[in-house]
């Protein structure tokens, strides 16, 4: 490799101690020393910070991952709670995917908790949309909307039995029973658990994402 002379600027061959023009002592290493980050640092290529994240190459990889974990994971999913842990695992492997077309080939835990934050930014809402619509056809599109109505009237049953045995006045029960058999009363408390779904299933892809990176993206790290 060829350097040049930091005084006279004419070219010094590779294992010169002194410039052979001005006699200026040179800085001499062997690559056998470094690391291929430090090199590359040394000869003045750009090396990314493993704490910053390119977003354009990260949203790509998490698209596919994030909307289809949000289907999955919406409020009618049959896999329960599994469906946290899903959305946990599709942000780590967003973070794995999106580290192997990355040099150096890691990420810090934070980085790897912000691309899981935005994982579960779009599985969140994807799932939210997907509980939005099944909703809607349930209701009008195969006309279950009976069914509905029916599993709404066990649920208010419930409440009100439970309310009962706490011991709570027959006014506040008739008030809390009314509040929940209204339109208003019905929709406010779907969309309380769609978003606590959504903010549930965001938390887990965050922390999903720094494990990732602690556990899948670390030991690629250079030099380790």
Same mark, same amino acid.
């Given at each position: 490799m060829e350097l040049?002379?930091?005084r006279c600027h004419q070219? #010094?061959?590779d294992g010169y101690r002194f410039c052979p023009e001005c006699g200026l002592p040179q800085l001499v290493y062997s690559a056998e020393n470094f690391t291929d980050t430090e090199l590359r640092d040394r000869r003045g290529e750009t090396v990314r910070d493993a704490n910053s994240v390119e977003w354009r190459s990260a949203v790509r990889t998490i698209l596919p991952l994030a909307?289809?974990?949000?289907? #999955?994971?919406? =409020?009618?999913?049959? *896999?329960? *709670?599994? /469906?946290? $842990? $899903?959305?946990? #695992? @599709? @942000? @780590?492997?967003?973070? =794995? $995917?999106?580290?192997?077309?990355? /040099?150096?080939?890691?990420?810090t835990?934070?980085?790897? @908790?912000?691309?899981? =934050? #935005?994982?579960?930014?779009v599985g969140g809402w994807t799932a939210a949309v997907a509980t939005g619509v099944s909703f809607y056809a349930? /209701?009008?599109?195969?006309?279950?909307?009976?069914?509905?109505?029916s599993f709404w009237q066990n649920l208010v049953n419930q409440q009100q039995t439970q309310g009962i045995a706490m011991g709570v006045d027959a006014q506040t029960l008739a008030a809390g029973k009314a509040m929940l058999n209204s339109a208003e009363g019905r929709a406010g408390l779907v969309l309380a658990a769609i978003a606590f779904l959504a903010a549930t299933l965001l938390l887990f892809a965050t922390a999903g994402g720094a494990v990732g990176a602690r556990m899948l993206a670390r030991p690629q790290r250079p030099g380790n």
């Open positions: 040049t002379c930091s070219t #010094v061959q909307i289809p974990a949000g289907i #999955v994971c919406s =409020l009618f999913s049959p *896999i329960g *709670i599994y /469906r946290l $842990l $899903l959305m946990g #695992v @599709a @942000a @780590a492997w967003a973070v =794995l $995917l999106y580290t192997r077309g990355q /040099r150096p080939a890691w990420v835990t934070s980085a790897g @908790a912000r691309i899981g =934050l #935005v994982t579960g930014v349930m /209701r009008f599109w195969v006309h279950q909307g009976g069914s509905f109505d």
